[in-house]
């Protein structure tokens, strides 16, 4: 089992709608929990960091984390076709470290 | 430039020939990570330097593969007796990891290595 899931995708959705996306883990020591946005032939990119449990707002998009379920979401609203892009999901367990595992990213296709 | 810079974008060779990737980190970041991104995965984790050393480089999958810093700037890395399953994009980031506050990761544009 890997430590971090991530559903490849890729995932398509209309301009407007509302995107979730989803990482799970198995361990529960990971507390510092990233996204990063990665566009086509690009390095990836921080979007949002959240540390241990709850939400997180920044605009249009909100990070969660749910340290029970060991699951963590990104949630776009009024999505962009300039949203279209993979997104991966980061988490390591302190912030005062050098080794972050990373998921296999989702690719988010948003139509115009 | 302001950003990470890695060089060659893209790498054609055949199987057997040795490779050599360049990163420029920004000014001043004190850490570099060299990561294998291959096609469906996430990103592997390979190498990590603070200044010029490398307290970790468990990431390294054999030993064809090394890198070094120096000037606590440009890193190498290199790949000798290229195999196919190396083919993939290494990603070259960095930070200002520093007494333990972690910076966030800039991550270079990444060289495509396709092993012929």
């Known amino acids: 089992q890997k430590e971090v899931e991530q559903d490849p995708g890729p995932l398509s959705v209309p301009e407007g709608a509302i995107v979730s996306l989803n990482c799970t883990y198995s361990?529960?020591?990971?507390?510092?929990f990233m996204w990063y946005r990665q566009y086509s032939r690009k390095g990836p990119e921080l979007l949002m960091y959240?540390?241990?449990?709850g939400n997180k707002e920044d605009g249009r998009f909100t990070a969660q984390v749910d340290k029970s379920s060991k699951y963590i979401s990104l949630f776009i609203r009024d999505s962009q076709p300039s949203d279209s892009a993979t997104y991966l999901c980061?988490?390591?367990?302190?912030?005062?470290?050098?080794?972050?595992?990373f998921g296999t990213g989702t690719r988010l296709k948003v139509l115009a | 430039g302001a950003g990470v810079s890695q060089s060659p974008s893209n790498k054609v060779t055949e199987k057997g020939k040795d490779v050599e990737l360049r990163c420029d980190p920004i000014?001043?970041?004190?850490?570099l990570y060299w990561y294998r991104q291959r096609l469906g995965q996430g990103l592997e984790f390979l190498i990590y330097?603070?200044?010029?050393?490398?307290?970790?480089k468990s990431g390294l999958p054999s030993d064809r593969f090394s890198a070094e810093r120096t000037g606590e700037s440009v890193s190498t890395l290199t790949i000798q007796r290229t195999q196919q399953e190396d083919s993939a994009v290494y990603l070259c980031?960095?930070?200002?990891?520093?007494?333990?506050?972690?910076?966030?990761?800039?991550f270079g544009e990444g060289s495509r290595l396709t092993v012929l």
């Open positions: 330097f603070q200044g010029n050393s490398a307290p970790d």
């Open positions: 980061a988490m390591s367990v302190t912030s005062g470290t050098y080794k972050y595992i």
């Open positions: 980031a960095s930070s200002l990891l520093d007494r333990g506050i972690t910076g966030e990761l800039f």
């Open positions: 361990n529960s020591a990971f507390q510092y």
């Open positions: 959240t540390y241990s449990s």
């Open positions: 000014s001043g970041h004190t850490a």
